[in-house]
C-alpha cells in the first residue's frame, strides 16, 4: 500500500512540477559560507554521523545542481549521491574549496535525498550549499547587469563625440536604449549600489557610511529574480560590494574577484569577464541566469596597459579635453591613465559582447551597463570622488540592450535615476515588482515602450567627514552641505556648475528644499534614539515608551529589541544593545589605513501619530544625552519629549552628528562612554511630485494650483 501511495505521488509531482528553477531548502536553514573567496548559502553538517541524507522533499523529474566543501585537516572528503539514483557520486577530494555536484533524476520521487558521506579524520565536517532543482525544458534568457565603476558619463564616445573611447559601449547603444540624464544616488560606491540592486532611495535603503550593511528585510533585485526562477550569479572586484556589506543576498553564487586584495593589487575586466564566459558555458542552457558583474579598472589606483596609455597620450586632442584650466601637470597625467583604463575595460566587453553574438546569446539577452558615480579631476577643485555632489559625479552612463534589440537606437533624455533600473528591468522581464522601491518602472507592456517621464532626483553623501544632500528638479540644481555653504544651480545655462544662483534665489532654493525635506521624510519622519558608543565596548539598555510600533535599525546580531508590553494604548520596548568599537578600512592615496570606529545602534519610531516618547535609561549612572541638533550634554536617567519640543525637532535633510562637540567625559577605562541623542522628524506636509501621476499634476497646474 505505502509501495502504491509513493509511486502515486510521484508521478502526480513530475505531471504538476512546473518548468523553471526551485530551491527545496528554508533561507532560515542556510549560512554564508566563503571558501576561495566564493560564498554561497549553505547547511554546515555535524560530524557525526558519517553518512546523512539531507531531504529535498517532493521532487519531480529534474537536474539537482549542490556545491560541496569538507572542513577538516589533510585527507578530509566526502562523496555526494542522490539516494536511490543511478547516477556515479560525486567526489570532493580536499578540505577548503568548493567543489560543484549535479545529478540526474529520471523519474519523480516523493521525497528525495541528498546523502552526503565525509571520510579521512573523525573531525571532518561537510558543509552543502542551497541544492538548485531544474524542471522542464531548457529556457533560453541572460540577464546580464554590468557595473562600470567610476565612470564618467561625459568620457564616452556616446555622449561626448570629442572623446573616441568606449566604442565598444557605443556599439552596444546602437542596439539598445541610451539613458541621456540618469543620475546616480551618492558618489561613492556602497551607496549608489545599493540603490541600484533595490530600487531604493538612499534616505531609503540607509546604507550610506563605510560601516552600514544592506538591510536584510529589503527586497533586491537578485531576491526578486530567484523568486522568478532565476539563477542568480555575482563576480565582484570592489570590496564595498562583497557579502560582508549584505550584498550576497539573493545570489546563488557571489564570487569574489580580487576584491579582497584590492587596491595591493587589481583585477582587471579581461579575467573577470572570462569567469562569466565559462558559467555561461556551464549555466545558460540549463535556465535563464542573472549575472551582476562589478568591474574596478576606471578606480584610482590607475594602471592601464601601456597599448592603452599609448593611444591616450599620442592623441593631443583627447589629452586636452582635461576638466581643469589651468591644467597641472600630475592631473593631466592622471587624468590620461583614467581615460586608458576605460578603454582596456571597453575593449574587454566588446570581447564578450563579440563572444555572445558568436554564441547566438546576445540577441535573446537583455544587457544594462551602468556606473556608479564619476570622477574628479579638479573641476571643482578636488580630485577622485565620495566628496561632492556635483554632475561629473551624478550623471552616470547606462546602456540597456533589450531581447531581439528592441527599441535599438532609442535615447532617453529625461531625468530618471539609479532606483529607475531595477524596477524598469523587473518590468521587462514581466517578473514580480520589488516591494516598497522608491524607483519607476518605465517599462510600458502594454504599448511596448517607455514612460519617458522626467522625474525629480535626490542624492546623498554621509562619508568621512563629508555630509550632503543634493535635489535636481526640472532645470534647478540645490546641494545642501552641512558646513553651511550651499548652492543653487541652473543646469540648462550652467551645466559645469561654477555660478552658484544662491545669493539672489533664496524662494527658489526654499522650494526646493522643501521638496528634498519631504523625499527625506517619507523614511526618516518619526522618532530616532540613536546609541553612540564610546572608545570601549559596554552594552547600554534602555526603555522606550511610545504609542507606536518601534523597530530597529544599524542593529548587529548581538543587538536585541523586543516588546515588553502594552498599557493604555502606550508600548513599552526593551533594548539591549552591544555597543563594540568596529575595525573600519579606508584607502588614501593608495594606502590602506585601518582604525577603529565607534559603533552606533538606532532605535525608530516611523509613525506620525506617536506625540511623545519617554526614554528610561536604568542601567549603571545617569545617562548623557543631547536632543535634536544641540551641542549642549545633558543628563538624565530618564527622557521625555514631545513632538511640540523645538530643541527635538530636525528638518529630514539636516545632517546628525552622534555625538556633540563637548564629547569629552571619561568612562572608567579611561576613554570616551556612549552617549544617547533623540530627534524627531516631522511627516511632511506634502506629497513630492514624483508621488503624484504626471498627468493629474497637469490637471492641477491648468486648474491654477501651484508647486
Request: charged share 20%; net charge negative; glycine share 8%.
Amino acid at each position: 500500500m505505502l509501495l502504491a501511495l509513493l509511486i502515486t505521488c510521484a508521478v502526480a509531482c513530475e505531471r504538476a512540477a512546473p518548468d523553471g528553477l526551485t530551491r527545496p531548502w528554508p533561507a532560515a536553514d542556510l549560512a554564508l559560507v566563503t571558501f576561495q573567496n566564493t560564498t554561497l548559502n549553505a547547511r554546515r553538517l555535524t560530524s557525526e554521523p558519517r553518512t546523512q541524507s539531507l531531504s529535498l522533499g517532493p521532487t519531480p523529474a529534474s537536474e539537482v545542481s549542490v556545491y560541496v566543501a569538507v572542513e577538516g585537516s589533510d585527507g578530509s572528503g566526502a562523496t555526494v549521491d542522490l539516494d536511490g539514483g543511478s547516477a556515479p557520486p560525486c567526489v570532493v577530494d580536499g578540505p577548503s574549496h568548493w567543489q560543484a555536484c549535479r545529478f540526474t533524476l529520471p523519474r519523480g520521487t516523493a521525497n528525495l535525498g541528498l546523502r552526503v558521506a565525509v571520510t579521512g579524520p573523525a573531525e571532518t565536517r561537510a558543509i552543502v550549499s542551497q541544492p538548485l532543482v531544474r524542471t522542464g525544458k531548457p529556457k533560453p534568457g541572460l540577464v546580464l547587469v554590468i557595473l562600470m565603476d567610476t565612470v564618467r558619463r561625459d568620457r564616452l564616445v556616446t555622449f561626448e563625440p570629442r572623446i573616441p573611447i568606449g566604442t565598444a559601449l557605443d556599439r552596444l547603444a546602437k542596439d539598445g536604449v541610451v539613458f541621456d540624464r540618469l543620475y546616480s544616488s551618492s558618489s561613492w560606491t556602497r551607496t549608489a549600489v545599493a540603490t541600484l540592486l533595490t530600487g531604493l532611495d538612499a534616505s531609503a535603503h540607509g546604507v550610506l557610511g563605510r560601516d552600514d550593511v544592506l538591510p536584510s528585510e529589503r527586497d533586491q533585485l537578485a531576491v526578486a529574480l530567484q523568486r522568478g526562477g532565476w539563477h542568480t550569479v555575482a563576480w565582484s572586484t570592489n570590496p564595498n560590494i562583497i557579502p560582508l556589506w549584505g550584498f550576497a543576498r539573493g545570489f546563488d553564487v557571489f564570487h569574489d574577484v580580487g576584491a579582497s586584495v584590492w587596491p595591493t593589487a587589481k583585477v582587471h575586466a579581461a579575467p573577470v569577464l572570462a569567469h562569466v564566459r565559462a558559467a555561461l558555458d556551464a549555466d545558460l542552457g540549463a535556465f535563464p541566469a542573472f549575472y551582476y558583474v562589478h568591474l574596478m579598472d576606471p578606480h584610482a589606483p590607475y594602471v592601464p596597459s601601456e597599448d592603452d596609455l599609448k593611444f591616450v597620450t599620442d592623441d593631443a586632442a583627447l589629452l586636452a579635453t582635461v576638466p581643469h584650466d589651468p591644467v597641472i601637470p600630475i592631473i593631466r597625467n592622471e587624468y590620461a591613465r583614467y581615460l586608458a583604463e576605460i578603454r582596456g575595460m571597453d575593449r574587454a566587453l566588446g570581447s564578450l559582447f563579440d563572444d555572445l553574438r558568436a554564441g547566438h546569446l546576445y540577441d535573446d539577452a537583455t544587457i544594462l551597463v551602468v556606473s556608479d558615480h564619476g570622477e574628479e579631476f579638479r573641476d571643482h577643485g578636488g580630485t577622485r570622488h565620495g566628496k561632492t555632489l556635483y554632475e561629473e559625479m551624478l550623471r552616470v552612463p547606462a546602456f540597456l540592450k533589450l531581447p531581439g534589440n528592441a527599441l535599438a537606437g532609442t535615447r532617453i533624455a529625461a531625468e530618471t535615476g539609479l532606483a529607475d533600473l531595477a524596477p524598469t528591468l523587473l518590468g521587462l522581464l514581466g517578473t514580480d515588482p520589488l516591494a516598497g522601491a522608491s524607483g519607476r518602472n518605465l517599462w510600458n507592456a502594454e504599448h511596448h515602450a517607455f514612460n519617458a517621464t522626467s522625474a525629480t532626483q535626490t542624492a546623498v553623501l554621509k562619508l568621512d567627514t563629508f555630509d550632503l544632500a543634493a535635489l535636481v528638479a526640472d532645470t534647478r540644481k540645490l546641494i545642501l552641505n552641512h558646513l553651511g555653504n550651499d548652492q543653487l544651480f541652473d543646469l540648462p545655462t550652467d551645466p559645469l556648475e561654477k555660478q552658484n544662483l544662491l545669493p539672489a534665489a533664496e524662494s527658489s532654493a526654499a522650494a526646493l528644499r522643501s521638496d528634498l525635506d519631504a523625499r527625506i521624510a517619507r523614511e526618516a519622519a518619526g522618532w530616532h534614539v540613536r546609541v553612540c558608543g564610546g572608545d570601549t565596548a559596554e552594552r547600554q539598555q534602555l526603555r522606550v515608551h511610545v504609542a507606536s510600533e518601534l523597530r530597529g535599525a544599524l542593529l548587529e546580531p548581538t543587538d536585541e529589541v523586543r516588546l515588553v508590553g502594552k498599557e493604555d494604548g502606550v508600548a513599552e520596548y526593551a533594548a539591549d544593545l552591544e555597543l563594540a568599537p568596529r575595525a573600519s578600512t579606508r584607502v588614501v592615496v593608495g594606502q590602506v589605513w585601518t582604525g577603529m570606529r565607534p559603533d552606533e545602534d538606532e532605535l525608530v519610531v516611523t509613525a506620525a501619530d506617536a506625540p511623545r516618547i519617554v526614554v528610561d535609561m536604568p542601567s549603571g549612572a545617569p545617562r548623557r544625552y543631547a536632543l535634536g541638533t544641540s551641542t549642549d550634554e545633558r543628563e538624565g536617567a530618564e527622557v521625555s519629549v514631545a513632538v511640540d519640543d523645538p530643541a527635538v525637532r530636525v528638518r529630514p535633510s539636516t545632517p546628525i552628528d552622534c555625538r556633540p562637540q563637548s564629547w569629552t567625559a571619561t568612562a572608567p577605562s579611561g576613554g570616551r562612554s556612549a552617549y544617547v541623542r533623540i530627534w524627531y522628524v516631522a511627516p511632511s506636509e506634502r506629497v513630492p511630485d514624483g508621488q503624484v501621476d504626471p498627468a493629474l499634476q497637469e490637471r492641477l497646474r491648468a486648474l491654477g494650483y501651484q508647486r
